[in-house]
């Protein structure tokens, strides 16, 4: 099993509210990602999570806040988001230097 | 710094015909390499990666890429391609060992006709 669950597929949120994305994998992966992506643009790295900790912020704005409840779950909490937030976003996950395998995304949209 | 670079933005192959996606990296050291696919609105599916070892690299869905450190390159190529293989082509470069911190291309978008 490869698969990397996301929820939900598809969110419209106003700025002034609070939501998360959930990220589930059952692979044993310790290593796990998020990732955001823009329309006709390649992801880009937000944060990292390996043995449950936090290991890479990539200066990400503090309205996104990343959780990592135990090793199957990933969360990102969103509050006071603006409309250029909107965008795709993916979580992955990853063995110890292995390859990453993407969830199918949360198309997040901020009006 | 690292990079990598996909020159081809836009390619269209007719149905049959072979293809190869070109992707040249910039890295320092020995660079973890992937190819990832993805469709409209869906998430990156892993087609292949290049650690170590063998510089030919098989993949699923008949994909195959080679590894050329004299070149820099990872090129992704299939025989003959079909209708459903029409997608957006990602090249990535690990940089921290694995996949701990990946770089992406800016991605081919592949078209093929009928």
């Known amino acids: 099993d490869t698969e990397v669950t996301q929820t939900p597929k598809h969110l419209v949120m106003g700025m002034t509210n609070k939501k998360s994305l959930k990220c589930e994998q059952h692979?044993?992966?310790?290593?796990m990602y998020w990732y955001k992506q823009k329309a006709k643009k390649p992801p880009e790295l937000m944060f990292v999570?390996?043995?449950?900790?936090?290991?890479i912020n990539e200066s990400v704005p503090s309205r996104f806040s990343p959780e990592c409840p135990n090793s199957s779950l990933l969360n990102l909490h969103l509050h006071a988001l603006q409309p250029e937030d909107s965008a795709l976003y993916l979580c992955?996950?990853?063995?110890?230097?292995?390859?990453?395998?993407f969830g199918q995304g949360t198309r997040l949209t901020v009006v | 710094a690292q990079s990598v670079t996909q020159p081809d933005i836009h390619i269209t192959v007719s149905e049959g015909a072979s293809l190869e996606l070109r992707c040249n990296y910039s890295?320092?050291?020995?660079?973890?390499l992937f190819w990832y696919v993805q469709s409209p609105g869906q998430g990156l599916q892993l087609l292949l990666k290049?650690?170590?070892?063998?510089?030919l690299v098989q993949g699923i869905k008949g994909f195959e890429a080679e590894f050329k450190r004299s070149q820099s390159s990872f090129n992704l190529r299939k025989p003959s391609v079909h209708w459903s293989d029409a997608a957006e082509y990602f090249c990535?470069?690990?940089?921290?060992?694995?996949?701990?911190?990946?770089?992406f291309g800016k991605g081919t978008k592949l078209t093929v006709n009928p």
């Open positions: 999570y390996s043995y449950e900790k936090l290991s």
């Open positions: 990535a470069v690990g940089i921290q060992g694995g996949s701990e911190k990946l770089v």
């Open positions: 992955a996950s990853s063995q110890d230097g292995g390859a990453a395998f």
């Open positions: 290049y650690f170590s070892g063998d510089t």
């Open positions: 692979m044993g992966h310790r290593a």
């Open positions: 890295y320092g050291a020995t660079p973890y």
